[in-house]
């Protein structure tokens, strides 16, 4: 997908990887529409970038109801939709306040399932698109604290897997993000609960995984989406976690090689 030009959507781009990868994509030469709660935010970040803000809560299904058509009202089709926006709810199941839980599962796993749903139809019939979910290595290895959020990233990974299968041999590309700890207010949020942190740093101490700098990922995500890359796997040296999990998904899919899609 060339970027310079494209209509980039990016969710939950109010602060952290979506501001980010918001900027990098304008960089880039894209048209950005940003979208997350925090109104002022949004608006200084599309004045910044010379961008559409929206404000919308993806936790509401009337919030992402018609969103997508709101998006293309505003600032036309849709090239490349950035499924960013999460929260997390860490610690251990049984102290999860189950409203949390819900909203986790909303705003995770049903906002980029229901934005998908709603922006693929244009970008069939147009010939064009890309949709990026923001996964996490917390949908391949689990650690203590982090039960809801890995499952929900577990989803989205999976999602994408489906979503590509789903669109073989359409001008639609994926990419699914599998990034490590990345320094925002939702890694500082993670690591607040102490067996979490403990098991972060035993990780850290064995080499085996390091803070992705938000610079390194918005560029390799950026670079993806211009490439048709499905997958971002960072930090590098945790690569092997991401594809070693993507086996059978991959395997399946060499399997059934030119069954048709619909
Ligand atoms: N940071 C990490 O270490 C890390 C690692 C792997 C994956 N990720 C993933 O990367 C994505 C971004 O994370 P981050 O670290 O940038 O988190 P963050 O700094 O906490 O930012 C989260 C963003 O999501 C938005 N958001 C939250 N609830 C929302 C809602 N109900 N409706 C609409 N937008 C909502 C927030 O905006 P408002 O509050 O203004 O709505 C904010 O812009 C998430 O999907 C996260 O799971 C993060």
Not at 59 to 76: H, K, Q, S, T, Y
Not at 114 to 129: A, F, H, K, S, Y
Not at 143 to 161: D, I, R
Request: hydrophobic share 50%.
């Amino acid at each position: 997908m060339e970027i310079d030009g494209a209509h980039v959507l990016v969710t939950g781009a109010s602060r952290g990887i979506g501001a980010g990868l918001a900027r990098a994509f304008a960089t880039a030469g894209g048209r950005v529409t940003v979208v997350a709660r925090t109104a002022t935010a949004v608006e200084e970040l599309a004045a910044e970038t010379g961008g559409t803000a929206l404000v919308a809560d993806l936790a509401d299904a009337a919030g992402r109801a018609g969103l997508i058509a709101r998006v293309e009202e505003a600032a036309g089709p849709v090239d490349v939709l950035v499924n960013n926006a999460g929260i997390d709810v860490t610690g251990t199941l049984d102290d999860m306040d189950p409203a949390d839980l819900e909203r986790l599962v909303a705003i995770n796993v049903l906002a980029p399932m229901e934005l998908t749903r709603q922006v693929l139809p244009g970008m069939i019939d147009r010939g064009r698109g890309h949709v990026v979910n923001m996964s996490s290595l917390a949908g391949t290895a689990v650690l203590p604290g982090m039960v809801a959020y890995a499952a929900s990233k577990s989803a989205l990974t999976h999602f994408t897997a489906g979503l590509r299968a789903d669109l073989r041999g359409l001008p639609v590309g994926t990419t699914v993000v599998e990034v490590g700890l990345v320094p925002t207010d939702m890694r500082a949020s993670v690591v607040a609960h102490p067996p979490t942190a403990a098991a972060f740093r035993r990780f850290y101490r064995l080499g085996l995984l390091t803070d992705t700098p938000l610079d390194r990922l918005c560029a390799h995500t950026v670079r993806a989406v211009a490439d048709d890359r499905r997958h971002v796997r960072l930090p590098r040296r945790a690569w092997a976690f991401a594809a070693l999990a993507e086996a059978p998904r991959r395997i399946t899919e060499l399997t059934i090689t030119g069954v048709r899609a619909r």
